[in-house]
């Protein structure tokens, strides 16, 4: 039986250019090339920028297989490869010049008066009001109340999340080889009522994170996984912890995160 890889890409005319030329090298290296996870699908290669890997991984439901990204994007921050490299990879994967890396994920439980509902995430998840207005919302951690926050919203990220919205957002860049969660407040506000943290908050990844919505202001809640948003109406609260899912992540030899950093940011 052949080994399978599978492929997803984005529209972009440079993300089908890359694909036709990277399934024409897997075929003639004798891997089966597919666009579904097949019983034997051994590796996902994902083409486009961070937001097609992310894509990806949702399609996929984090499905327990390695994934690579092939950047035809911008950043390309999760994306290692260039078009250019496609036979150095081919190379180094047939030799086994590689390594996993384990990605840890986080999970919302999202309760509202109706049900419950769960979103996963590998980068991050945000709170927000679904309305380009202030939204008010108490913090609890553990069980233990920490603020009452007034401003555009809360953004919990994964170190490997760290990089993105959370940079973005004024959040500290953390190794992806530590295990923790980091809350960061999006342009939070002080006034006598309302008392939020100007930065990032640090929590270990056995923390329960509460998020309550104040009914007598937000009606209708919007929530963002790795991009993508949902819309919540009567939600009483949402929980954020670390998930059992984990994303991995096929490196080759001479990967390193601080190099990723100086690359793309410096």
């Known amino acids: 039986m052949k080994r399978t890889i599978t492929i997803a890409y984005n529209n972009l005319d440079k993300s089908i250019e890359t694909k036709n030329i990277l399934v024409e090298k897997l075929l003639n290296s004798d891997f089966e090339v597919s666009e579904q996870i097949e019983e034997n699908t051994e590796l996902i290669i994902s083409i486009g920028g961070d937001g097609s890997f992310l894509q990806t991984v949702h399609k996929f439901d984090f499905v327990d297989i390695p994934v690579i990204a092939i950047n035809t994007g911008h950043l390309g921050f999760f994306a290692e490869l260039s078009p250019d490299k496609i036979d150095t990879f081919i190379n180094a994967y ?3 010049e590689y390594f996993i890396q384990e990605a840890e994920t986080i999970e919302a439980n999202i309760c509202t ?6 979103l996963d995430a590998i980068n991050e998840i945000v709170i927000k ?15 233990i109340k920490i603020e009452h926050f007034s401003g555009d919203g809360m953004l919990i990220s994964t170190p490997m999340g760290s990089t993105a919205y959370n940079y973005s957002a004024g959040g500290s860049i953390v190794d992806p080889n530590l295990n923790l969660l980091q809350l960061t407040p999006i342009a939070p506000m002080n006034t006598n009522a309302y008392r939020s943290f100007t930065s990032s908050i640090i929590l270990p ?6 998020i309550s919505p104040e009914f007598d202001f937000e009606n209708t809640i919007l929530i963002v996984a790795d991009g993508t948003q949902y819309k919540f109406t009567k939600i009483e609260e949402v929980k954020i912890y670390k998930s059992h899912k984990k994303v991995k ?14 690359e793309k940011f410096l």
């Open 205 to 210: 990844t056995t923390s329960v994170i509460s």
């Open 129 to 143: 009001n679904i309305q380009s207005r202030t939204v008010h919302l108490d913090l609890q951690v553990d069980g």
């Open 113 to 118: 008066e109706d049900e419950n509902i769960k």
């Open 249 to 262: 992540l096929l490196r080759l030899n001479g990967y390193e995160f601080w190099n990723r950093v100086s």
């Open 94 to 96: 047939k030799n086994k």
